[in-house]
């Protein structure tokens, strides 16, 4: 009984890590790599769509990332002074 106890908490989680995708815009550090995340929201006076960029330090264990990739990546515990994200998933490669 104390597997499924375990199972359900870490499965029901009461606030998830957050889930970003983003493009792949440098890879020159070791492990790591800068995604640019980008997101539309709406002037609050104005009511015009503006984009807005972050840029998301992300932590590539294997170094398999190019520039260009399309990438999805997860909130994480700090890994040094700037990279809080771990790599998830490759969504597309570059051409």
């Known amino acids: 009984m104390a597997d499924s106890t375990t199972e359900a908490t ?3 989680r009461a606030n998830g890590r957050k889930v970003r995708e983003g493009l792949v815009t440098s890879v020159s550090m ?3 790599a800068v995604v640019v995340s980008t997101d539309r929201v709406r002037h609050r006076r104005y009511n015009k769509t503006v984009q807005r960029t ?11 990332l190019a520039v ?23 969504v597309e490669r570059a051409r």
């Open 30 to 32: 070791d492990k790591t």
């Open 68 to 90: 260009g990739d399309r990438v999805r990546v997860q909130e994480t515990r700090p890994l040094s002074k700037t990279k809080r994200w771990r790599l998830l998933e490759i």
């Open 54 to 64: 972050t840029r998301l330090y992300v932590h590539d264990e294997s170094n398999d």
């Open 10 to 12: 870490t499965a029901a």
